[in-house]
């Protein structure tokens, strides 16, 4: 079986559903994780100094370490900004809709033909 997570922030699926992906994983299913942000934006940043840039990129590199330890079968991370969100109040994203299909059902789509979000 094909299981994608879409979380909206880096760490997000370690924080509940990472044993339960895992198990996913062990259990011979494919399991791919998409988050919507590379989360530098986070206020911890502020700690160290570093950029919105520099703290996105300290985030892609612990996704990466998730991905090898949970065994993730694909993961993509996207580079939303921090009010990402209010896109999808509109009731469609062309760009999130057409990544899914690309990367995880194999086919392709024309989102912006029905409004509607994938989410």
Known sequence: MKILYIFPHPDD??????????????????????????????????????????????????????????????????????QWSKRFRSGCDCYLCSTWHKRFSGSSCNPCSSKKSIL
């Open 13 to 82: 699926e370690s924080f509940g559903p990472a044993g339960a992906m895992s198990k996913q994983v062990r259990a011979g299913h494919s399991v791919y994780l998409l988050t919507l942000t590379r989360g530098g934006a986070t206020k911890q940043r502020l700690k160290y100094n570093y950029s919105v840039k520099e703290m996105g990129n300290v985030r892609y590199s612990e996704m990466l370490n998730v991905k090898k330890v949970i065994g993730i079968s694909n993961m993509t991370v996207l580079d939303y900004p921090g």
